[in-house]
């Protein structure tokens, strides 16, 4: 399995912007769909964006198409996040994760093996 430490997380007022990162240990860091999650206070853990091994696919979920943009840089072993246009319910703990299975089920919350500890986000309004 793959290390991962999140960065890059803060508080910023609403409209703002943000760019998480994720670095990876290990040398096999470009074998991976990476997604990221975050999770709200008093909610459940949700699904927010992947992008596939070489980086030429993503997914967002609703809420963040157009706000948010993932990627990532294989040589660096490391995804990003970056975050535009934040709003208050965008608050959370915001988690990479990595997926050794298939881009189909990538925003399925089971299908990562690999975790970070989280990096917080807070959108004042």
């Known amino acids: 399995q793959v290390q991962l430490v999140e960065s890059g997380g803060g508080l910023v007022q609403a409209g703002g912007s943000l760019r998480l990162s994720c670095a990876a240990s290990g040398r096999t860091f470009s074998t991976y769909i990476m997604g990221w999650f975050r999770q709200a206070p008093g909610k459940e853990r949700e699904f927010v964006a992947a992008?596939?091994?070489?980086?030429?696919?993503?997914y967002y979920t609703d809420s963040v198409k157009g706000r948010f943009t993932i990627s990532r840089d294989n040589a660096k072993n490391t995804v990003y996040l970056q975050l535009n246009s934040l709003k208050a319910e965008d608050t959370a703990v915001y988690y990479c994760?990595?997926?050794?299975?298939?881009?189909?089920?990538?925003?399925?919350?089971?299908?990562?093996?690999?975790w970070g500890q989280g990096t917080q986000v807070t959108v004042s309004s």
């Open positions: 994760a990595a997926s050794g299975m298939g881009w189909s089920t990538s925003r399925l919350e089971a299908n990562y093996q690999s």
């Open positions: 992008i596939t091994r070489s980086g030429t696919s993503t």
